[in-house]
């Protein structure tokens, strides 16, 4: 049986059950507080492990490896075709464990395996990638799809806690190359780094099939054909989001060397904190929003105001003198792009509630009209991003990127102004 919370009382209500009183700060604190626990120790050993292997990687190398990390998230958004977040809606809405988890997730990639291939296809003729690493594109790819979806039907219950830790370990375990790569001498470094990437990976998404297994029974259902074509407008909804980490990065990546993509990707993990608390949030509220029937958290919104102009502030002050600490001189260029790149952190926190509202709560016609707007600015933005990385290299992929999560926040937010004004 999945609960809401009386935030009241603090007692269980039946899902469904509307709570008229808005929660407190206080309450979503402590919602979100093992999730953010989580996200906040892998996210150090994020941090640390991509600073490790940026000092010892080969300029060149460490541009291979940003681009080959964004094209791995292509094909989870790509092969996914929005089931994931689907995934995540139905099972929320679902009452009790009426769902075979464990033929959704099957079916869900073998949905992916042809798109994922295709786009390790492109991979290696756009960006002369080896075969050996267009494989990995593909495997990771895959990887990576299930993971996604054990973490959505993890959120869908409300086990947030085990859904960040799928979500957050593959990438904070980079810190085991970066730490062998500093204590030894291997030719090979950016193999040793992919194939321990690779089979960290391939742990997380067996040990997720553990955890389902025992937090969620098996039911009969599946999710049906026709409900998996109505969750294609959620591969839009995610490849507007996903566009400005990933997709301005590839767009660099065919227009730059590789070494100076290498600055962006030295500069990006100061953003961290940003994506832990945006995923995190995005992941709750998605759920919640459907048991809480609330319409409006001025309180919430309100937070997530003041922690992303602090954490701004605080980013473009401090960044600069982080970059000449973490890499002794190295990578000094991409200063520049730091204050641009917390304004894209603040507009990406700041979205994360109307977009939650709409993905858990609209109908497909207000989805389908809001992914449209979502995409059309996305493409009209990344076409001026070409220009611009052209004209001004690699600045451009962060004032590309800073103008893509501005708009994606309007337009959420004027889809949920609208909504509100809907008779309920």
Do not use: C
Not at 325 to 345: C, N
Not at 360 to 369: A, C, D, F, I
Request: hydrophobic share 50%; glycine share 8%.
């Amino acid at each position: 049986m999945i609960w809401a919370v009386d935030v009241k009382n603090r007692e269980p209500r039946e899902p469904g059950e509307i709570i008229a009183e808005e929660p407190s700060l206080s309450f979503w604190m402590r919602l979100v507080r093992g999730p953010i626990f989580v996200t906040s120790l892998t996210s150090v050993f994020t941090f640390l492990g991509t600073v490790l292997l940026f000092r010892q990687l080969g300029e060149h190398e460490a541009g291979i490896l940003t681009l080959m990390l964004a094209m791995i998230q292509f094909g989870v958004m790509l092969g996914g075709l929005g089931q994931p977040t689907l995934i995540q809606r139905l099972y929320s809405y679902s009452m009790g464990d009426e769902f075979d988890w464990m033929r959704d997730l099957v079916i869900t990639n073998f949905i992916a395996f042809p798109l994922t291939l295709l786009l390790a296809f492109f991979a290696r003729m756009v960006y002369g990638l080896t075969l050996k690493y267009s494989l990995l594109v593909f495997f990771l790819s895959i990887l990576q799809l299930s993971i996604l979806t054990e973490s959505r039907m993890l959120n869908a219950v409300r086990n947030y806690s085990w859904a960040s830790v799928l979500m957050r370990v593959p990438n904070s375990l980079l810190i085991i190359p970066g730490l062998l790569l500093s204590l030894f001498e291997i030719d090979q470094k950016l193999d040793l780094t992919l194939t321990l990437y690779t089979v960290v990976t391939l742990f997380i998404s067996i040990f997720g099939l553990f955890i389902l297994n025992r937090v969620r029974f098996r039911g009969h259902r599946i999710v049906s054909l026709s409900e998996r074509r109505s969750g294609f407008v959620f591969l839009f909804t995610q490849s507007s989001y996903s566009l400005p980490e990933q997709g301005v990065v590839a767009l660099g990546g065919g227009l730059l060397d590789p070494i100076r993509l290498a600055t962006y990707g030295a500069v990006a993990p100061l953003l961290k904190p940003f994506d832990m608390l945006t995923d995190v949030l995005r992941n709750v509220l998605t759920t919640e929003l459907i048991h809480l029937q609330l319409q409006q958290l001025r309180r919430l919104v309100a937070g997530l105001w003041t922690t992303g102009l602090i954490a701004s502030l605080f980013t473009i002050a401090a960044g600069p003198i982080l970059i000449d600490w973490l890499y002794s001189g190295r990578y000094t260029a991409g200063k520049a792009l730091i204050p641009w790149l917390a304004v894209a952190g603040l507009f990406r926190l700041l979205e994360v509630f109307p977009r939650s509202h709409i993905i858990g709560q609209s109908v497909q016609r207000t989805l389908r009209r809001f992914v449209l707007w979502q995409s059309i600015s996305a493409a009209l933005l990344l076409s001026g991003g070409l220009a611009l990385i052209q004209k001004n290299s690699v600045i451009g992929i962060a004032w590309t990127m800073a103008a893509i999560q501005l708009i994606r926040f309007l337009i959420s937010e004027l889809f949920y102004r609208r909504e509100l004004q809907k008779p309920a």
